[in-house]
Structures are given as C-alpha cells and as structure tokens.
C-alpha cells in the first residue's frame, strides 16, 4: 500500500509538471490533433512509457527501459514535426540535432543492457509494479522537458530565418555534442587498453567529468537557440528547465556523485587517484571553481 500511495503521489506531480510547462511552451506553437504541439508532445511521451513499462512490469525486465527512453525523444520530434506549419531548414536543424544526440545515447545504453544482461538501478523495484512505474514516468517527463525548446523551434507558429542567437546556440550544441563524444570514446579505449584503471589523459586531463561538461553545454545551446522564440516569462521558464534539469540531475543526482563515490571506493586508497582528484577541476576547467 506504502508502494502505491507513493507512486500515486509522484505520477500525480509529474503530470501535472508535464502538462504545466507543456502549456507554458503553447502560447506560439502550432497545433496538432487541435492540440498546441507541445501539449501532444507531452501525451506521446508518457504513451510510448507506458507502453514500454506493461511488457516490462510483466516480464520484471529493466531491458526496455533505455529503448524507450530514445523512442520517447524520437517520438517527442516526430510530433513537433508534424504540427510544423513547414519544414524549413530552421525547423528540421533542431529536430536533426537532438535525433543525432538522441541517436547516439540510445545506440550506447541499448548496446550496454544487452552486453551486462541486467540495470542494478532496478534489481529493488522491478518486482515491485507501483514504483517501477514511477521509473517509466520520470524517463517520460526527462524526455518531455529536456526536449521541450526543440519542440517550440520545430513547432512555432511562425516563420523565420536563422538569427544569430540561434547560430550561436547550434554552435554551443555542436562543442558540447563534440567534447562529450570525445571524452567517450576517450574513456572506452583507456578501458580497453588499460582495464580497472582510472583516466588521467586527453580531456580527462583537465575535467574528471568532461562528458557530462559535453552534455550541459549542448543542451544549454538549445536553450539558447530558442531564444528568438520564446516570448512571454512563462515560455522562458518553460524551455529553461531544459538545461537545468540536465545539469541537477548530472550535478547533484545520477551522474557525477555516483560516479565519485563509486571512484572513490575503488581507488580512494590510491595516492596517485588522490592527487588526480584533488588537483583536477570536478566539472568546469576553470582554477577558481571548486575541485570538489
């Protein structure tokens, strides 16, 4: 019973945030269905999660989780693609780039279910319905929010060419797509070479998190691209959630304090670790931010 109230409780938020910012993104965007696209959007999210977790819930597997979570942003797209009033190129540009990072993300996490057969996140809740649930819904609102400044530049009522904020932005996107691709594949041959040791080369040189640096800065840049769109205070703090969401979860969530413990167990006993730590910037390569 503990189980179900708590998931009534967090789905029950997470709607309503969900079709909150998703009516926020409105006041400009095209509509589908009779429906502005960003509203859709959100629906579709949260359809193609549920559809994923049935299945899953019934055969107690984690192993369509991260599927579902790429088709959530490929669908979010296809959606915004749909209600454009046309396809110009400032249209499909944002489209294009979050399927490219969607792409990407998916094709690793799919690839890395499959090669350890099991997620230890959900070894507690996947026998458990009422919070497993919880997990499909929180990807659903992940999807629908980090993608929500795509949707309004895809689905925006209005015409327009590429201004220069946008072009800035895209650029962001691109140095953030770049330096996160490159500290990935830069981790994955100092596994293969070196297994069981940690990274102190290339990238990793100057962050311990040079990834993630990556994935804030090209979401951030999308945010930044809207800006010729976004009008009206609850459209800017809307499409704001974007990157600050990515940021919270990466910061302070399951990306870099998971990692830092669990490096810290692994070679906290470790002087030359410890003097990697203690000398490289967490995040930003920046000397006057903190380390730590």
Same mark, same amino acid.
């Given at each position: 019973?503990?189980? #179900? ?6 789905? &029950? ?6 079709? !909150? ?32 977790? %049935? ?9 369509? $989780? *991260? !599927?579902?979570?790429?088709l959530s942003f490929l669908a979010v797209l296809?959606?915004? +693609?749909?209600?454009? /009033? ?5 249209? %499909? +540009? /944002? ?9 990407? +993300?998916? @094709? ?10 099991? *997620? ?8 458990r319905p009422a919070r497993f649930l919880v ?11 980090? &993608?929500?400044?795509?949707?309004? #530049? ?8 590429? &201004?220069? =904020?946008?072009?800035?932005? $895209? ?6 797509? %770049? ?11 100092? !596994? ?8 102190? @080369? ?7 998190? /040079?990834n993630y640096l990556g994935e804030i800065a #090209? ?9 010729? =769109? $976004?009008?009206? /205070? ?7 959630? @974007? ?12 990306? =870099?304090?998971? +990692? ?9 006993? *470790?002087?030359? $670790?410890?003097?990697?730590? *203690?000398?490289? &910037? #967490? ?10």
């Amino acid at each position: 019973m503990r189980d #179900l109230l708590r998931a009534i409780v967090v789905l &029950s938020v997470t709607l309503v945030v969900a079709a !909150a910012t998703a009516w926020a993104a409105s006041a400009h965007s095209a509509t589908l269905l009779g429906l502005p696209a960003p509203l859709v959007a959100a629906a579709v999210a949260f359809a193609v999660n549920l559809a994923g977790f %049935v299945p899953a819930a019934l055969l107690r597997t984690e192993r369509f $989780y *991260d !599927a579902t979570g790429t088709l959530s942003f490929l669908a979010v797209l296809a959606v915004a +693609l749909a209600a454009a /009033p046309s396809w110009s190129l400032p249209r %499909v +540009l /944002p489209a294009l780039l979050v399927a490219v990072w969607t792409l990407r +993300l998916g @094709s690793f996490l799919v690839a890395r279910i499959r090669r350890a057969s099991k *997620d230890g996140r959900f070894d507690e809740i996947k026998g458990r319905p009422a919070r497993f649930l919880v997990a499909w819904a929180l990807q659903a609102l992940w999807a629908q929010l980090t &993608s929500l400044p795509a949707v309004m #530049l895809v689905s925006a009522r209005e015409e327009r060419t590429l &201004s220069a =904020i946008e072009l800035a932005g $895209y650029a962001l996107w691109v140095v953030g797509f %770049v330096l996160e691709l490159v500290a990935d594949r830069q981790k994955s041959a100092h !596994a293969r070479k070196a297994p069981g040791t940690f990274i102190t @080369s290339g990238l990793w040189r100057f962050s311990r998190h /040079p990834n993630y640096l990556g994935e804030i800065a #090209l979401w951030l840049g999308l945010f930044i691209a809207g800006a010729a =769109i $976004y009008q009206g /205070p609850l459209a800017w703090i809307a499409a704001a959630l @974007s990157p600050v969401l990515v940021f919270v979860l990466l910061r302070f969530v399951s990306g =870099i304090p998971l +990692l830092e413990a669990r490096a810290d167990q692994r070679w906290g006993a *470790d002087p030359a $670790y410890r003097a990697y730590r *203690d000398s490289t &910037s #967490l995040l930003v390569p920046l000397p006057l931010l903190s380390r730590r």
